[in-house]
């Protein structure tokens, strides 16, 4: 059974910086990509950042690109979502999540990705 957990969400005043992990565990994942997903009150859940898990690759929204930094640990099965130059609209829960397909055809839609974590809030205040 595959599990993914959060962790690393809080406060934080804009500008700051806040480092998410997501452990997985149930299965290995060398050959799947994993991804940040975020979703604000009263908005459509959106596409953060993801991460091929063999080739290294990475993909990221618009919004944050330059901002956070997608990296992952092999051995400890787990991904990380760095984020600097917080801002308010940063404000969100944020998702993990496994795509066994990632390429850049599918790294942004959430429906290509198969397993979910419970999510972890972030708020960044002005």
């Known amino acids: 059974q595959v599990q993914l957990v959060e962790s690393g969400g809080g406060l934080v005043q804009a500008g700051g910086s806040l480092r998410l992990s997501c452990a997985a565990s149930?299965?290995?994942?060398?050959?799947?990509?994993m991804g940040w997903f975020r979703q604000a009150p009263g908005k459509e859940r959106e596409f953060v950042a993801a991460?091929?898990?063999?080739?290294?690759?990475?993909y990221y929204a618009n919004s944050v690109k330059g901002r956070f930094t997608i990296s992952r640990d092999n051995a400890k099965n787990t991904v990380y979502l760095q984020m600097n130059s917080l801002k308010p609209e940063d404000t969100a829960v944020y998702y993990c999540?496994?795509?066994?397909?990632?390429?850049?055809?599918?790294?942004?839609?959430?429906?290509?990705?198969?397993?979910w974590g419970q999510g972890t809030q972030v708020t960044v205040s002005s």
């Open positions: 991460i091929n898990w063999s080739t290294y690759s990475t």
């Open positions: 999540a496994v795509n066994s397909l990632l390429n850049i055809n599918t790294y942004a839609h959430g429906r290509y990705y198969d397993y």
């Open positions: 149930g299965r290995t994942f060398s050959r799947d990509g």
